[in-house]
């Protein structure tokens, strides 16, 4: 597996956490892998994936391509993905292609919860 997963049935959502500490060519990763691991999730149970940026130290054009890819996946099949916890330069990175318009980045998962429970409300 690509990223290890955690289930919290209290929020309703599923945390995504990545292998390696770089989502670029610096990366432990295989973007086909990835996209299969994702659209495996996806079916078996839809609601929100979030990607747990906090331990990437270096983000560059392939590790965002990743991104959208799980975006695009997890869209399709009905649910919601967004991520977290990215350092200041993934963020500006992000922003710079604009990926952020299209892909919900919170600052941590508290910032989740909080945005969960007011919509409860």
């Not at 390696?20 to 495996?40: K, N, V, Y």
């Not at 609601?47 to 975006?71: H, N």
């Not at 989740?112 to 429970?117: A, F, K, M, N």
Request: net charge negative; charged share 25%.
């Amino acid at each position: 597996m690509i990223f290890d997963t955690e289930y919290h049935a209290d929020w309703g959502f599923t945390v995504l956490r990545p292998r390696t500490t770089a989502l670029g060519d610096g990366g432990s990763f295989e973007s086909e892998g990835i996209r299969r691991r994702c659209e495996e999730l996806a079916s078996e149970r839809p609601g929100l994936y979030l990607m747990d940026l906090t331990a990437i130290e270096y983000v560059d054009s392939r590790g965002l391509s990743v991104l959208v890819q799980c975006l695009m996946v997890f869209s399709k099949a009905g649910s919601r993905f967004a991520a977290f916890g990215a350092n200041p330069l993934a963020t500006r990175l992000m922003q710079l292609t604009r990926l952020d318009s299209v892909l919900r980045v919170y600052q941590d998962l508290g910032e989740v919860r909080d945005e969960l429970s007011a919509g409860a409300r």
